[in-house]
């Protein structure tokens, strides 16, 4: 999906452009909320007192707006909003405190784009079956993007500060859907590198430089690599491709 389906890093996450507009504007709408400040088409103060569920549900209908990733966003802001806040307890504003808030925006990215990977691969759910596996696949990528996307905001809140202004949310999200589809770009680089015979080893890695960088800007991106391989390959094969270099 990474590599081909979305056209790599440089491409695959723009496909977010919508997602991470309507995220920004949950941030501050959150903030504002909890800060007890009027949102334009909201009135947060008539969900004070009903489920957590009821609160998700119309604050979902309001994000997602009539845009082409509706579905997609008001899922996505449902599904945050009940992994992080107490779903048995009605809604207070209380709860919204800013690490509340940060970690609904990490749920709301990765739900959505755990949507956009299942989206893409269709009818390829349908070949297997077995319900049970099938559950436990897409469990599984939720939790890596969720991992991954929660790396990235920690490392951002750790450089900035949690800011949760419309615009700041948009930056960590960006930059959290570029590591996402950095990561898993090379982690199936590195497995196909283990696991392929020799002779393939070389090829799979030109083909992987050719697409990701030109001839300035390869030595660099070669050092960063091999130093990736030093701790996850064993050294026969990080000389082998050092050669082919």
């Known amino acids: 999906f990474a590599r081909q389906a979305s056209v790599g890093a440089n491409v695959g996450p723009r496909r977010l452009g919508q997602v991470v507009s309507s995220g920004g ?3 501050e709408t959150l903030k ?31 994000l997602g707006g009539d845009s082409p990733d509706a579905d997609i966003i008001q899922i996505a802001v449902q599904e945050a909003i009940e992994q992080v806040l107490d779903v048995d307890t009605d809604f207070d504003p209380n709860s919204l405190t800013d690490d509340n808030i940060a970690q609904i925006m990490i749920e709301y990215l ?18 297997s079956d077995d319900v049970v596996t099938s559950a436990k696949r897409e469990t599984e990528i939720l939790d890596l993007t969720r991992e991954h996307v929660e790396q990235s905001f920690a490392s951002q809140v750790q450089n900035k500060g949690v800011q ?3 615009n ?3 930056s960590y999200m960006r930059a959290a859907a570029r590591h ?18 020799f002779r393939w080893q070389s090829l799979l890695l030109i083909h992987f430089f050719a697409g990701k960088t030109c001839l300035t800007t390869v030595g660099r991106v070669t050092s960063k690599f091999s130093y990736l391989l030093c701790s996850q390959v064993n050294g026969r094969l990080l000389n082998h491709c050092c050669r082919k270099f």
């Not at 990765?110 to 989206?119: K, R």
Request: glycine letters at 8%; hydrophobic letters at 50%.
């Open 25 to 27: 504007a949950f941030g």
């Open 110 to 127: 990765a739900h959505s784009i755990f949507q956009i990977v299942v989206n893409e691969a269709g009818n390829s759910w349908n070949r």
């Open 180 to 197: 996402v589809w950095q990561t898993w770009e090379r982690q199936l680089l590195l497995l196909l590198l283990i696991f392929l015979p």
């Open 164 to 166: 949760l202004g419309s």
């Open 32 to 62: 504002a909320i909890a800060d007890g400040n009027d949102v334009e088409g909201l009135d947060a103060s008539r969900y004070i007192g009903k489920t957590v569920d009821r609160f998700a549900q119309e604050l979902a209908e309001h």
């Open 168 to 170: 700041a949310v948009e």
